[in-house]
């Protein structure tokens, strides 16, 4: 049975409800709490690492290929659209 947030948060000793008249909601991304592990996953790290490298090429690029397009000196066979789902370098 998982923990529930609270004892998750006790367990680990962070200070909540310490601030007076400060209310926010906790939350953490996930790469956020990779510090509140005691595990560590090398090679899905290693391969998250290589996601975020093509992922961030091909986001450059689409947004090039966007801001060409907003100049108006885009080529229409290079529109961001056509290159979905295609294995594209």
């Known amino acids: 049975m ?3 947030p609270f004892d998750r948060h ?3 000793g962070l200070p909540i409800g310490c601030a007076p008249n400060v209310h926010v909601s906790l939350v953490l991304l996930p790469e956020e709490c ?8 090398p090679l899905q790290t290693l391969k998250l690492k290589a996601m975020a490298k093509v992922f961030a090429r091909r986001f450059e ?8 397009a907003l100049d108006g000196g885009a080529n229409p066979a290079a529109a961001p659209h056509e290159s979905i789902g295609r294995n594209a370098a």
Do not use: G, I, T
Request: glycine share 0%; charged share 30%; aromatic share 4%.
């Open 2 to 4: 998982p923990a529930v």
């Open 34 to 41: 990779r510090s509140l592990s005691p595990r560590r996953y």
């Open 61 to 68: 690029r689409r947004c090039s290929v966007a801001a060409a």
């Open 10 to 12: 006790m367990e680990r």
